[in-house]
């Protein structure tokens, strides 16, 4: 009996052991299993992109400077996002060719910011393709908006134009001038006509009215020529300024016998020689860019006597406003403008004209 008992409980020690080791190995699967689970997966190398040296500015470049090697060096660019044709490899294809505009440092270089072989002015380089650049000028501050126009800066141009009566025949302007009429020798005269002509020789042509009260016929003519009649509208919107007053002029130069070329310097002044504070010109120019035809629409009307003002645009607008042409009837009708009526009293003195203030044109000092 005693044995008996002894027996089974060697077996529930057994028993015990053999569920402590399977827990135990189950416990070490699973965490193992765990553990692999967390483990990162280890990232595939991606293939090394190919790269190529690709022609970059140094320092920032203005426009119309020559290139040379001290502006230029390479970069390493990836291959695959080289543009041929447009960026470059190789530094000779660069020397001595110029900007086309301002350049950034650190930027590639490409076939768009450079010019072929030009040497010419360095205004051109401003001047986008297929446009050009005209002058006009600047009749006073009210025409110029105060001088406040700059290179870069975009304008509208208003045009004013006068407009009078002409003879169709003669084109000349209106009224025509009479003379008295002289009948052939041996014909007979013309009582009537030559009473309508006596008198009148090279005075202006009028007409002939019927006077109301005394039931007589008069002849009117006027007393002062022509008035002519104004019309002023925008003539061009949007148009870059290229530049303000003259452009600098290219040092004279002389040639020597030996065939240099020298450049004459400005002599310095003397040293007993005060100097004097530096001036700015008020400008009487200033150089628009436009359309080949605008171009020669601006020439016609500086030629055919008309005044143009000029409108400053505000930065970065280049909205387009279509505006009616303005007339002494078309201000009248818009702003209600009424005619005056006459009345038994005046102001005085009597205004006859009207002016704008006279400002004078004067060289002021440079700030310091």
């Known amino acids: 009996m005693a044995q008996s008992t002894k027996q089974r409980g060697r077996i529930f020690i057994y028993i015990a052991l053999i569920l402590i080791l399977g827990v135990v190995l189950l416990y070490w699967f699973v965490g193992r299993k765990q553990f692999a689970l967390n483990q990162p997966t280890a990232a595939t190398p991606a293939p090394a992109t190919e790269m190529i040296n690709v022609i970059f500015s140094v320092q920032a470049i203005p426009y119309g400077t020559a290139l040379t090697e001290n502006l230029l060096t390479t970069l390493p660019y990836p291959k695959n996002l080289l543009v041929p044709g447009v960026m470059y490899t190789d530094m000779k294809d660069l020397i ?18 450079i010019s072929e072989g030009f040497s010419g002015s360095l205004a051109a380089f401003k001047i986008p393709e297929g446009m050009v650049a005209v002058t006009i000028p ?21 045009a004013s134009m006068l407009f009078v009566d002409v003879d169709p025949t003669w084109q000349s302007s209106l009224p025509n001038n009479t003379a008295r009429i002289i009948p052939p020798p041996g014909a007979a005269e013309n009582p009537s006509l030559v009473a309508f002509a006596q008198g009148m020789e090279n005075s202006a042509q009028g007409r002939a009215e019927q006077d109301a009260a005394l039931q007589q016929p008069f002849y009117l003519q006027p007393s002062e020529a022509q008035r002519p009649r104004l019309v002023t509208q925008t003539i061009l919107q949007d148009v870059m300024v290229l530049g303000v007053g003259e452009f600098p002029l290219t040092p004279e130069t002389v040639t020597p016998q030996g065939g240099q070329v020298a450049v ?23 150089t628009i860019v436009v359309t080949p035809q605008d171009a020669v629409t601006i020439n016609y009307l500086l030629y055919s006597g008309a005044e143009m003002t000029l409108a400053l645009r505000g930065a970065g607008d280049d909205q387009r406003v279509k505006t009616d042409a303005v007339t002494m009837q078309y201000t009248m009708d818009t702003y209600t403008i009424p005619l005056p009526s006459k009345q038994p009293y005046a102001m005085q003195p009597g205004i006859v004209e009207l002016t704008l203030p006279v400002i004078n044109e004067e060289v002021v000092a440079a700030p310091r």
């Not at 086309?100 to 650190?106: F, G, T």
């Not at 600047?138 to 126009?149: D, F, K, Q």
């Not at 005060?274 to 700015?280: C, E, G, R």
């Open 138 to 158: 600047i009749l006073n501050p009210i025409a110029s908006v105060g001088y406040a126009p700059q290179a870069g800066d975009h304008v509208n141009v208003i």
């Open 264 to 286: 004459v310097a400005t002599p310095a002044p003397a040293a007993n020689q005060q100097q004097q504070a530096p001036t700015v010109k008020k400008p009487k120019i200033i």
């Open 96 to 113: 001595g060719k110029r900007a086309k505009m301002d350049l950034e440092a650190k930027v590639p270089i490409t076939s768009g910011m």
